[in-house]
């Protein structure tokens, strides 16, 4: 079992990220409408354990979807499917130099989603990372809110989550989500961690 660390922000992570972007983007040229930097790390100044989330939003999951978990498998991500959220697929990294760009090359540990545009979890993480960026008295108080779970649950991923999420939930509706679009992502956050 993995302790949770969780270290204050690294000008680091955005330059991975961006990094990492120029490395996929290439192979997907034509199947993507954007590759976005997502979760903690892409917020300036937001304590956070030092993965980065990727996000590439396509249009489609048909013909389009099938191109992309192709072209991804040739850069050595396995395709997971959905893990229970429609319109999200799950990719993993089959060794620490994946993708498969420069040779030798060990990037950080990623997560990387593909997502039909305008799905609930993508736009969550969009509202999410957005609010957060303009919002510093928020990062403050989330970043102290992770440090605290991280604390008090160190080896128990579920339990971390599950702490994070009210505050989550807050910002998502303030932003305007609707009580059922809440309802499912708080479903989500106390039944796996996704």
């Known amino acids: 079992m993995k302790k949770i660390i969780i270290e204050d922000y690294h000008p680091n992570w955005k330059l991975q990220f961006e990094a990492l972007k120029a490395c996929i983007e290439r192979p997907l040229q034509g199947l993507y409408l954007s590759i976005e930097h997502i979760g903690s790390t892409s917020v300036e100044g937001l304590a956070a354990k030092p993965i980065i989330d990727m996000d590439i939003i396509i249009e489609d999951e048909g013909e389009t979807l099938r191109q992309v978990v192709l072209k991804l498998a ?20 089959l060794s620490d130099s994946v993708p ?40 403050i108080e989330y970043g102290a809110l992770k440090k605290q779970l991280a604390a008090k649950y160190p080896y128990d991923i579920d339990s971390y989550i599950e702490g994070k999420t009210t505050f989550i939930l807050n910002i998502l509706q303030k932003q305007g989500f609707g009580s059922e679009t809440v309802k499912d992502i708080q479903e989500q956050n106390r039944n796996k961690n996704t």
């Open 74 to 93: 040739k850069m050595g991500y396995a395709h997971r499917g959905d893990l229970g959220i429609e319109g999200r697929h799950a990719f993993k990294r």
């Open 100 to 139: 498969f760009c420069n040779f030798n090359q060990t990037w950080q540990n990623h997560h990387l989603y593909v997502c039909k545009k305008d799905i609930p979890s993508l736009n969550n993480h969009l509202l999410l990372r957005d609010y957060l960026r303009s919002h510093p008295k928020a990062v």
